[in-house]
Structures are given as C-alpha cells and as structure tokens.
C-alpha cells in the first residue's frame, strides 16, 4: 500500500508538471466551461418556464446538468496524453522499472481529475454569478460524484487509447460513444421533455442517473433514490474501468 | 576510422581477453554458474493482421557476468525483439530465460529490479527537463528524495550534461538526448544494462562519448548487452559478440575470433556478372589451390585465398587470359563485415539498406 501511494503521487508530480507546461491546453479546459454558462445558459432561461421543464430554475437545472458533461467529455479525451507519452517511449521505459502500474494510472488520472475538478469549480463560481442557488452540502457531494465519473471515464479513454495507439482514432471512438450518452442524458435539455421512447433507452445511461442525482442533490433532495443509484452506478463502472486501464498499462506497447 | 582503432586498440591491451578466448571446459562450468543471461529455445512470434511474423526463432544465448556482450545483425533481424522480452517489456512465446539470476517468466518484478534498459527510441519525457527525468527515474527505484538528487547530479557531471540538464528534453539534440538516456538506463546501479543501438545516428564524438561511458560502467563490474548495426562498434567495444540474422543467431564468439575463421585475405573483384564468361572464370578460379572458397556477389567474385599479396597477381593474369574485363579490385584483411558476409551470404550493408 504504501508503495502504490508513493508511486502515484510520483506519477502525479511528473504528470503535473508536464500538464502545467501545456498552457495553450490549460487554457481551453478553462475556457470551455465559461463559454457553455455565457453563451449556452441564458438560451434555457427561456425555455424554464414551459410545462414539463423542471422545477428550480434555469441554473439549478443546467448547471449540475454541465459538471456531469464535463466529466464525460473532459475526462473522456483524457487518452490523448496518454497516446504521446506511449509514441515517445516514456511507458515503456516506466514498464521497466518496478513502479506499482496501477499508480501509473493512478498518478496519470489523478491529474486529469485534478484539472476536471478545476474545471467544475469554475463553471459554479460562473453560475453562482448568474443565479445558481445550490445546496451547500449537495455541491460538496455533486463534486464527489463528478470525481468518480472522471475516474471512470478517463480510464476507459486511457485503455481505448493504449488499444488504438492513434490520436485520430481515440477522437472517433471517444465521439461515438459520448455523443448518445450526452444527448441521452438529460444534460442539454431536460429528458422530461423528450417522448417516451427516447426516455426509456435513457434508463440504460448511467449518466442519465448522474444527471438527476445532481440536479437532486444542488436542490437539497439529499434522501432522492436517484443519488444512491448514481454513486453505486458510477462507483462500480469506475472500479471496472480502473481495473481495464492497469490492465492494458501493463501490456502497453507501441 | 582513426576512433575505431582507438578502440580497438584498448581491448586488445586489456589483459583477461586472452584467457577469455581461450577458456577451457573447467573455466566455462564456472563461468555458467555466473551467467547473467541465459536463454533456451527463446522465441517470439508476432501477430499482426492476421498474418504472423516470426521475429525471434529460439535463440540460446549465455551473457556472462562482468562482459560487454554485442548484438550484430541488420534491420528485422530480431535484436530489438529478443531484448524487450529479456527486460519484460514483452511475452516470449516459446522457450526459457533467467535474468540476472531469476526466471523471466515466473519472477518477472524482481528481474526488473535488476536491470537497466536503454530502448532504441529512448524514454525521457520530453516535457521535464534532464534533471527531473533522472530524480524521477531514481525515485521510482525507491531512493530518496535526497539520494536520487544527488545521484542525479554526479550523473550529469560524469556524462558532462551540465550544460542541458536543466533545459526541456525535447530541445535536446541528438547527442544529448542519447546521453540522457544512458543515464536514466543507469541510474539506479543495476547489475546488467541492455543498451539498444546507444550510437545509431550520432556523430563520431558523440559515440566516442558513450563508448567511453560505456567502458568505464563495465571496469565498474556491470554486464553490458547492447546492439549494433555499426561493424567497429561491436569490433571495438564488444567481449563477444552474437551475429543474428533473421531470427536466428549464426554465431556467437570474440570479435577476434570470428575474423580468424576467416583464415587469410578476401580479394574481391568487381566483374559484369551478366557476362557468360564469370561463370566460366569462377570454376577455374575455384580449382586454383590458393583459393579456399569463392563467392558470387551482385556484381562481382569474392575470393578468400591464403597470402592475398602475392596471389593478387596471379588472379589477374588468369582473368585477362580468359578475356573477362575487370572493374575494381582490392585486397583485404577480414572484418566482421566480411564475417557476417559468409555466415548469412549477404553484407550487412546491404542487408539494412533492403530492411
Ligand atoms: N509489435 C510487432 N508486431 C509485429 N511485428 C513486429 C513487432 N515488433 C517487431 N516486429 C517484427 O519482428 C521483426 C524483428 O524486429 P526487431 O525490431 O526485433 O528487429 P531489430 O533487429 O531490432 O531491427 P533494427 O535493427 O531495425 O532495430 C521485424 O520483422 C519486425 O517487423
Ligand atoms: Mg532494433
């Protein structure tokens, strides 16, 4: 144990570092965010008060909506620096080494959670400027939750990049599973205005849950089932992700 | 040419290659019970788009403790393959190994712990500086944060890096960059350090410089196995040498060793081949008692014959009495481009050019 913390926490310096000098990629993470509360939020505002949108709000509906959004589509191209690193050899020369390979993916996913929980807090300190009224203790677990579905979906990315071994590739198969899972979730607009058909298939995307468990928890619905179904949902995937990316860690070859 | 020789000259002074050369049965049991690699049967075959590549065809192989051990062969050859499986980057998929004393196979973490790996692309991130690659390297082999500082930097002094160390790596040119890499190979000590083609693509200096390191790390007592394309390389630095060719090793032995089983001088003559008459000129070259062996090249005959000098002459004369027009001629001592030559029937040269 001690040594897979110490091995992560070295991966995570290294990878922070190499993160930090990227500035022109830090800049659009950042960027994105603020782009979707300007120029995306107020286009709902509108639409809020039509039957069927739910209760709470413009911002309370799309905010938490936008935090589950950026953990599937953030942590979902995280893969591309994986790619990089394998191209120029820096896996294996690390699969060499004794280093706990599941702190190569913890050190490496740690810090593209870090960014997406920068990301988050970013896209609340925007909302909370416009009108977002969230519970307290509510936002504290929605990042929780945000972190979990980064875990999961970075390292799905981390295992579909080291299997593909192509940046053009990772980007088309990212898109094709996150596109449905985006539009099927609720996220851009509410699934309770979609018709029945659509609202059923939504029932087998976790992130369907994730969205109504945050938009219950930013409105204090702590006891909502859809919470407890969401972290056991997310939870579960993620321990299954993690395992897959270690796994194809260990392998990694060019 | 003159660097080659510099080599060369170095080995043949040090005073335990003679006993090496020679070693009777009784020294060779002792020495098995050192070995640093051993392999049986070791094999690797890749698949790749339904079609399979068979790019390492049980090999056997003993790298002694303490010996730089040398991997000649042209591009495909397998070198590259055999070494990632011997450093558990890859699966072998037939045969057995022991690393540095334990089975690649069944103890694979501890043979990690016990090598260093150069690969032929390197592996420093290039987004960290020198230094910060080398702290990192010596950390994850689970020195201190003050050790593998100060491992780092009497490393960066020794291989002279003190002028980059503290730049990004992907400025690094050429030369710097294959320094750094040794470094990170060495970092942690280890008893064998695999170097995959160290020089290829640097400029004389620059191999001098790693040749130099590379001397010095074997007087230190470590096992070197490293690869080469280049023939003074693997003349100059090499205790033994394993020639490989497609898959396979042809043979293995000391540099010098291998030259002598090509007794004599090697004439080679540059003829038209399309001309009907070589074929005729080559049976009466061949029933010459001077000549030991003939071979046909793509543009020419090779000749191994005894006194090189004095049978030059005579060659000659007979050629022109049977009318076959001559384009170069020379005269050579046998090299381990010759070498390789008779043992695979093509020139390395050659071979890497058609890769
Ligand atoms: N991952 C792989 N998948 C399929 N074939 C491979 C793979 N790796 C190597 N090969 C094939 O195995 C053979 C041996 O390759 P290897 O890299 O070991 O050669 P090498 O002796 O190191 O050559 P070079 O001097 O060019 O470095 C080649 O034919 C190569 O194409
Ligand atoms: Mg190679």
Excluded at chain 1, 66 to 72: R, T, V
Excluded at chain 1, 75 to 94: K, M, P, S, T, Y
Excluded at chain 2, 155 to 170: E, G
């Amino acid at each position: 144990m001690p040594r897979l913390l110490r091995d992560s926490w070295l991966m995570f310096g290294s990878q922070f570092r190499v993160s930090m000098r990227n500035s022109v990629w830090l800049f659009i993470g950042l960027f994105q965010p603020i782009c979707y509360m300007l120029l995306f939020a107020p286009l709902l505002k509108n639409l809020a008060n039509s039957p069927g949108f739910p209760k709470g709000g413009a911002y309370n509906v799309f905010t938490p909506g936008l935090m589950i959004m950026m953990a599937i589509f953030g942590a979902g191209f995280a893969g591309f620096n994986i790619i990089a690193r394998l191209r120029d050899g820096v896996i294996e020369r690390l699969r060499v080494t004794p280093i706990n390979r599941l702190a190569m993916l913890l050190g490496i996913a740690g810090v593209d959670i870090l960014i997406l929980l920068v990301q988050t807090a970013l896209l609340v300190i925007v909302g909370l400027f416009l009108g977002f009224r969230p519970d307290a203790g509510g936002l504290a677990l929605l990042f929780v939750l945000v972190l979990i579905g980064g875990l999961m979906m970075a390292s799905c990315s981390y295992a579909v990049a080291l299997l593909v071994k192509d940046q053009g590739a990772l980007a088309a198969t990212v898109n094709l599973f996150v596109l449905p899972l985006l539009l099927l979730s609720g996220i851009m607009l509410p699934l309770s205005l979609a018709p029945d058909i659509l609202q059923n298939i939504a029932k087998a995307n976790p992130f369907a849950y994730a969205v109504n468990a945050a938009r219950a928890l930013v409105d204090g619905h702590l006891g909502d089932v859809a919470i407890v179904q969401s972290f056991i949902i997310f939870g579960v995937l993620a321990i299954l992700a993690v395992f897959w990316a270690t796994r194809s860690i260990r392998k990694a070859a060019m | 040419m003159t660097t080659a020789r510099g080599v060369n000259a170095t080995h043949r002074s040090r005073p335990d290659e003679h006993q090496r050369d020679n070693g009777d049965k009784r020294e060779k049991a002792i020495m098995a019970t050192t070995a640093m690699i051993e392999t049986h049967g070791l094999s690797k075959t890749f698949q790749a788009r339904g079609k399979s590549v068979e790019a390492v065809r049980g090999v056997d192989l003993e790298v002694r403790a303490g010996e730089i051990f040398g991997f000649l062969g042209p591009n495909g050859a397998g070198k590259t393959t055999t070494m990632r499986m011997l450093s558990t980057l890859i699966v072998p998929s037939g045969g057995q190994a022991k690393v540095a004393g334990y089975d690649l196979r069944r103890n694979p973490a501890a043979v990690r712990n016990h090598i260093g790996y150069v690969s032929q692309q390197g592996g420093a991130e290039p987004v960290e500086t020198g230094r910060e690659n080398l702290v990192l390297q010596g950390r994850v082999y689970g020195m201190s944060h003050r050790d593998a500082n100060q491992r780092a930097k009497d490393l960066i002094s020794r291989l002279d890096m003190d002028a980059f160390a503290d730049r990004l790596v992907r400025t690094y040119s050429g030369g710097q960059r294959r320094r750094l890499d040794v470094a990170l190979g060495i970092m942690h000590r280890p008893q064998l350090l695999f170097l995959d083609e160290p020089t290829t693509g640097l400029d004389p200096q620059s191999r001098v410089r790693i040749w130099d390191e590379v001397r010095r790390l074997h007087d230190d007592g470590m096992t070197i196995f490293l690869t080469t394309h280049y023939m003074d390389e693997a003349d100059g630095l090499c205790d033994r040498l394993a020639i490989m060719d497609n898959g396979s090793i042809v043979s293995v032995d000391t540099p010098t060793a291998l030259k002598q089983r090509i007794a004599g001088d090697i004439i080679s003559l540059g003829l038209d081949v399309q001309n009907g008459a070589v074929a005729r000129v080559s049976e009466t070259l061949q029933a010459q008692p001077y000549v030991r062996e003939l071979q046909q090249t793509k543009d020419g005959l090779l000749l191994y014959v005894e006194r090189g000098e004095e049978v030059l002459p005579e060659v000659l004369r007979l050629l022109d009495h049977q009318g076959v027009p001559i384009r170069t001629v020379t005269l050579a001592r046998p090299t381990l481009e010759d070498v390789f030559l008779r043992l695979t029937g093509r020139s390395l040269r050659e071979s890497v050019e058609n890769a």
